[in-house]
């Protein structure tokens, strides 16, 4: 694997290879954001389909669009005084396909463990199954540490995404008041973080447009993560995924289900039983492969999107 070929993906900034971080062993590697590994037959074709990558911009990649153009708020240069992209929250924008658009969108937090983003697997790889059921996906590059070692920084970027992608929906032609929130292990604990524990109502009279835009979620997914809930009442319906095997995690998903449930949010949870922490999507396995269509069929029963004739996730 030649490591100099995800320097040159600007979407991807040292997330596709990363040894020894978040205190794990200096022998580990993170290829695509599966540490270690593959756990699945789906996650060993993914991992053998992007290590044989040819060099370049990865095709079907968009553009960042930058939350904050003219500098964000805190950003920190590096020793040479550069802002790098590290320094730019943005969103990467996958609009659903015209002729399927459910009007419905999603706000991706991709994991990391807050010094790294698993942009692929948890971020556009989300973006593009949401787009196979005509919703749109958002994917955001949030500030992380080292340089940015306090969440309410990462919080400020979350909320700053919902603004824009709320502001902006009529150009994305979603609705404002179907969008919601997928979050992925400490991606799910700043989904915590800004959309459940410090919702916005939005200030009419600030001078930035977009702060007048309330940050609040339409629905919510946690997968694999979460926050302790302060005020469960004012939550967004939820969906939960987890392993009973992953169980730091756990402990924070089903107390995080009790406070919606005895709050009255609507509230649907999956616990398997066996599998890691951080296994996405998990294309090929029978029983983990489940959860994505399961959360469009819970966002179908509840509502939030529109049913599509034919969709994967509604054929027969």
């Excluded at 971080?21 to 270690?36: L, P, Y």
């Excluded at 924008?93 to 983003?117: I, K």
């Excluded at 955001?140 to 400020?156: C, E, K, W």
Aim: aromatic share 8%; with cysteine; proline share 11%.
């Amino acid at each position: 694997m030649n490591p100099r070929r995800f320097k040159s993906i600007a979407w991807l900034p040292a997330l596709l290879l990363v040894t020894g971080a978040t205190n794990r062993a200096a022998d580990q590697v993170d290829v695509g954001g599966i540490v270690g590994e593959p756990k699945n037959p789906g996650q060993a074709a993914y991992v053998d389909q992007i290590t044989h990558m040819p060099p370049g911009p990865v095709p079907g990649i968009p553009e960042p669009i930058l939350l904050w153009p003219n500098g964000a708020p805190g950003a920190v240069p590096d020793a040479n005084g550069i802002f790098t992209d590290e320094d730019k929250p943005a969103i990467y924008a996958f609009p659903a396909p015209a002729g399927g658009n459910t009007g419905a969108a999603f706000l991706v937090l991709p994991g990391g463990a807050f010094t790294n983003r698993c942009m692929d697997n948890e971020g556009v790889q989300i973006a593009q199954f949401l787009n196979r059921h005509g919703i749109a996906g958002f994917v955001l590059r949030y500030r992380i540490g080292p340089n940015y070692p306090t969440r309410a920084t990462s919080t400020l970027d979350g909320h700053r995404a919902m603004q824009f992608i709320r502001a902006h929906a009529a150009e994305y032609g979603i609705s404002p008041d179907r969008i919601g929130v997928i979050g992925f292990s400490a991606g799910a604990e700043l989904q915590g973080d800004a959309f459940y524990n410090s919702i916005l109502a939005g200030e009419p009279a600030a001078a930035d447009p977009l702060d007048r835009v309330s940050t609040r979620a339409n629905f919510s997914a946690l997968i694999y993560g979460g926050r302790n809930l302060q005020h469960p009442a004012d939550a967004p319906p939820t969906f939960l995924f987890n392993t009973i095997e992953d169980g730091s995690h756990l402990n924070v998903e089903v107390p995080v289900m009790n406070a919606l449930r005895n709050a009255g949010v609507p509230v649907e949870a999956h616990f398997y039983q066996v599998g890691p922490h951080g296994t996405s999507l998990s294309p090929g396995d029978p029983q983990l492969g489940q959860w994505p269509d399961l959360m469009i069929r819970w966002l179908e029963a509840g509502g939030f999107i529109a049913r599509l004739p034919g969709s994967p996730a509604t054929a027969p």
